[in-house]
Structures are given as structure tokens and as C-alpha cells.
């Protein structure tokens, strides 16, 4: 096997080489990929010569698929495949995908369409590294938290910067509420890395108020995007992204002066998360069962 791992930083990211994922993947290939995400968290494939069922077929060597999203609409007539399009507006908060319902996805794939001349950036941050980074105290007292993670809140934008086409984006992306409670720290099913299973779906912590949940949520997000935690990947044309999303967050930056920017992204259904005392999260409101099957944690 000519499988080549190249690191790009200390503690998140590796460059993968000497694979075409453009056809079917072996087992020992697709163990290999699997092995350096769960080290690396995030991997990059360059020159890739893939379409939406590519990018599919691709994503399938890690298990079932889900839908697109649980109520965004789906790139026509690839129902698997969510289009990232600046023109729908950016992602530019820092989150996991689709922590909202009971089991969100394990990996996501994420495929460059079309680039803006200048920046457009994804962010990618180590939840794993940004729990290590916690002082043992600070440690002890997340290991004991729950939050609740929704997409039915107001995203911080002022309500003046709503227009009609936000105010109609907003209402899709919200017309089915789920709220969910995971552990504020996930043990990751095939490593058992602690990581911070936070983000900007998490809206509360269980038992206290908004106010303090918020002081308690970003000091504990700050340790994830510390510089030191993050991979800050410039876009290629004919790239593919996967990361887990399990132990990562991330963050597309809005600095391309509204040039048009696109990606497709596919994501792998995954399990459902577990605390560090081995209790699983429970759904508090919204069915998600259209959206995603659940995966078993191994």
C-alpha cells in the first residue's frame, strides 16, 4: 500500500497521498484513512477527480450516509449531498455538524465546487487537544457537565441584518425544532480521547441559568480555538476535506468580499455520544430519524 501521511501542524491535520479515492478503497486502504483520522482528526485529499456520487461512494467506505440535513434542502437529485453556498449565507460560528439531534454525524467530507479568488478559509479545531489544554480542575468540572444543543436560537445576529431571504433561510433551517443534551465531554467510541462536545449549538448547560451557561460555554470554548488547536485549510480546487466530528469543530470564514463560494459536503451517520461515566444523550424534542440512521460506536 503507497498510502503517504503528511502532517501539517502539531496537533490537527494531515495531508493524504499515493490513494485514488476516486475508485472502490480496500479494506487495509480504508483502515489506514480511518487509523490517521482518528489521530489526526481532519485530512486533506488534493487533486481529487470526484463528482456527487464520488463524494458519495467515497464516504460510504465509513459507514451508512445521512440525508443532506434534517431540514435543509438537498443538492437536486443527490439527496446525500448538502450544497455550502455563500449565496444561501456562511457558516462562520464555530460548531460541530448537526449536534442538535441525538446522534450526529461521525465524519464529514467536504468538496470544493467553486472558489473565491481570496480567502474563504475552513477553520478545524481539535476538541481532544482543547481538553487536554484544561487545567486539572477545570478538567474534573466538565467531565460533569451536560448541555443542550438546539438549532432553534437567534445565531446572534442582530435582528436589523435580517432581511427577507435570511428571515426565509432561518425559518427552513428552523422548521423542525430538536434540542438535545449531550455531554459537554464526548469519549470518542474507537480512541476514548476526551474531547469538549460543545460549539455553537450549545445553548445551555443543564441546571443553569442562560447567563451562566454562557460564562461557563466560553471559557471552555476558548480552549478549543486556541491557535494552538486549529488548522486553518486555504481551499484547492479539487479538494476534498474529512474530519470527524466527533472530536472537532469548525468554522468557514467570511472574507471573500461576498464572491461566490461553494462546497458540497456528505456526512457519515454516526453513534450516539457517551460521557465519561457512560451515560448516552438523550433526545429532548424533534425526530431526527429521517435524517440519519444511528450508527453502532465501533
Known amino acids: 500500500m503507497s498510502l503517504k501521511i503528511s502532517r501539517i501542524t502539531a496537533n490537527i491535520g494531515a495531508r493524504v497521498g499515493g490513494v485514488d479515492i476516486s475508485r472502490p478503497l480496500d479494506a487495509q486502504e480504508v483502515s489506514a484513512i480511518r487509523e490517521a483520522l482518528s489521530v489526526h482528526k481532519a485530512l486533506v485529499f488534493d487533486d481529487v477527480d470526484l463528482d456527487d ?6 464516504a460510504r467506505h465509513f459507514g451508512d450516509l445521512t440525508t443532506a440535513h434534517p431540514t435543509v434542502g438537498a443538492v437536486d437529485g443527490a439527496p446525500n ?12 460560528q ?4 448537526v449536534t442538535f439531534v441525538l446522534n450526529p454525524p461521525q465524519a ?23 481538553y487536554r489544554d484544561l487545567p486539572e480542575p477545570l478538567r474534573r468540572f466538565a467531565d460533569t457537565l451536560w448541555a443542550e ?3 432553534d436560537y437567534d445565531y446572534a445576529v442582530p435582528q436589523e441584518d435580517i432581511d427577507e431571504q435570511k428571515a426565509a433561510q432561518r425559518a427552513e433551517f428552523t422548521s423542525i425544532t430538536y434540542r438535545t ?6 469519549v470518542h467510541p474507537l480512541t476514548g ?11 445551555r448547560i443543564t441546571g443553569l441559568s442562560v447567563g451562566e451557561s454562557r460564562r461557563v460555554l466560553d471559557l471552555l ?55 465519561v461515566e457512560g451515560k448516552e444523550s438523550y433526545s429532548v424534542e424533534g425526530d431526527a430519524s429521517h435524517y440519519t440512521p444511528v450508527a453502532a460506536a465501533a
Open 94 to 97: 464555530w460548531h460541530t455538524d
Open 81 to 92: 449531498v448538502l450544497p455550502v453556498d455563500s449565496e444561501q449565507g456562511s457558516a462562520n
Open 108 to 130: 464529514s467530507t467536504l468538496r470544493s465546487i467553486t472558489l473565491p479568488p481570496y480567502g474563504g478559509e475552513t477553520l478545524i479545531a481539535n476538541a481532544a487537544a482543547a
Open 221 to 275: 470554548q476558548a480552549y478549543v480555538t486556541r491557535p494552538e488547536n486549529v488548522l486553518r485549510h486555504s481551499w484547492s480546487e479539487n479538494q476534498l476535506v474529512l474530519f470527524d466530528n466527533r472530536i472537532t469543530q469548525h468554522y468557514a470564514i467570511d472574507n471573500y468580499d461576498g464572491r461566490p463560494r461553494r462546497l458540497h459536503r456528505v456526512t457519515v451517520a454516526g453513534d450516539v455520544p457517551v460521557g
Open 193 to 203: 480521547e476526551r474531547g469538549l462536545f460543545i460549539g455553537g449549538f450549545a445553548q
Open 181 to 186: 443534551a449531550h455531554p459537554v465531554v464526548r
Open 149 to 151: 444543543h438546539t438549532n
Open 53 to 58: 456520487a464520488g463524494q458519495q461512494a467515497f
